[in-house]
T-cell receptor
């Protein structure tokens, strides 16, 4: 079984500053995918960024980037130039590409991000 | 345009009643999932289905039932056996076996309240 842990229930950042959200993913599988989802007040789940475990290069999507440290099981999300619209609940999630839990996306507890103007 | 439709947006259930939440998709995705979200918690998997006429229990299946008679539809029934059904329910879909596109697509959710 895999576990996803987000140890920061809440984070805050000033507009235009940078913030990093933390996540750890523990699995016995060697092939897996990691995701960050954003859930704004509308509660619509929005995919922010995806990382394949076999890729050494960290994923980047505009102002969003990840720092994936496979050995440390760490998968942090960095938001640069924070905007008011970034305020939301952020979920880290992992999906094993094999094994008995194949195809099942497992979520962390979430981090509430507040952006101050 | 393609997407997932969950209905209703809000649902109220009386004690002892069964209620059914609808999830329809036109993305031609094979896999469909039901998650439950409680305040302050992440999403927990209730049931999932990889192909028509087949489904598996997730981590919190007790008190719930599903069917998958059509590829496009994956309704969730919350039975009277579910002791604490008040929660936000999310349906999701994904292509199955496509390693280049493992992201899930989510519906807009149904808020179920017991009255």
């Amino acid at each position: 079984a895999q576990t996803v842990t987000q140890s920061q229930p809440e984070m805050s950042v000033q507009e235009a500053e940078t913030v990093t959200l933390s996540c750890t993913y523990d699995t016995s599988e060697s092939d897996y995918y990691l995701f960050w989802y954003k859930q704004p007040p509308s509660r619509q789940m929005i995919l922010v960024i995806r990382q394949e475990a076999y890729k050494q290069q960290n994923a980047t999507e505009n102002r969003f980037s990840v720092n994936f440290q496979k050995a440390a099981k760490s998968f942090s999300l960095k938001i640069s130039d924070s905007q008011l619209g970034d305020a939301a609940m952020y979920f880290c999630a992992g999906l094993n590409a094999g094994g008995t839990s194949y195809g099942k996306l497992t979520f962390g507890q979430g981090t509430i991000l507040t952006v101050h103007p | 345009d393609g997407g997932i439709t969950q209905s209703p947006k809000y649902l109220f259930r009386k004690e002892g009643q069964n209620v059914t939440l609808s999830c329809e998709q036109n993305l031609n995705h094979d896999a469909m999932y039901w998650y439950r979200q409680d305040p302050g918690q992440g999403l927990r998997l209730i049931y999932y289905s990889q192909i028509v006429n087949d489904f598996q229990k997730g981590d919190i299946a007790e008190g719930y039932s599903v069917s998958r008679e059509k590829k496009e539809s994956f309704p969730l029934t919350v039975t009277s056996a579910q002791k604490n059904p008040t929660a936000f329910y999310l349906c999701a879909t994904a292509p199955w076996g496509d390693s280049s596109n493992y992201g899930y697509t989510f519906g807009s959710g149904t808020r179920l309240t017991v009255v």
